[in-house]
């Protein structure tokens, strides 16, 4: 998939929910790759940024757009890997302060777990 068509579906469908991309392209754009290239691998498109083990079931909470981007953004201005972010954020009128990890430590052990069996 073209990633500027792929940048630009994703920003018309977002936008209109309140979620527009970091406008550093340069990271959008290597997200975005690494997003379809976990699509390739797992079939299904989860965070770059975290653990997945390439079982839906354990990694649903992970597939982008996460569970944790809505709060993650309210919260913080930023989704945990920076794709989406609020327009403040954006604008430099929110401190671009270090997401936590939301993601439950049980689910973070059992992805590694079944991650590094795999290999």
């Not at 919260?75 to 936590?100: A, Q, R």
């Amino acid at each position: 998939m073209d990633i500027q068509a792929f940048y630009d579906k994703l920003k018309q469908l977002h936008e209109k929910k309140g979620f527009y991309f970091n406008k550093d392209k340069d990271v959008v754009f290597d997200l975005l790759q690494a997003l379809l290239t976990n699509r390739d691998r797992y079939g299904y498109m989860c965070c770059p940024c975290r653990i997945a083990c390439g079982e839906r079931e354990y990694d649903q909470d992970i597939i982008c757009p996460c569970d944790y981007r809505a709060p993650d953004v309210e919260e913080f201005g930023s989704c945990f890997c920076k794709l989406y972010v609020s327009p403040e954020w954006n604008e430099g009128k929110i401190h671009h302060d270090f997401i936590p990890e939301r993601r439950s430590q049980e689910k973070i052990d059992k992805a590694l777990e079944i991650f590094l069996d795999e290999e």
